[in-house]
């Protein structure tokens, strides 16, 4: 591997990190848009017009919930 410095310089190893980063942003995003896309899709199938409707009440207890599936 001594000829890795000679054919793999620092724009390309800067280039290819550039990418990574990139694709790794965009999977996120992707990821993002899929779970909108489900919460939208589980608020019109419960006739939600505000997604607060699906949140637990000021006045319950500090915790985790889950919205049960339909």
Not at 3 to 11: E, I, S
Not at 47 to 59: A, S
């Amino acid at each position: 591997m001594t000829y890795a410095d000679h054919r793999y310089n620092q724009t390309w190893l800067h280039t290819q990190i550039a990418i990574a980063e990139y694709l790794d942003t965009l999977s996120e995003l992707t990821a993002r848009l899929d779970s909108l896309e489900n919460f939208a899709a589980l608020c019109h199938d419960r006739g939600v017009k505000n997604r607060k409707e699906l949140l637990p009440d000021q006045d319950s207890k500090a915790g985790f919930y889950v919205i049960p599936a339909t």
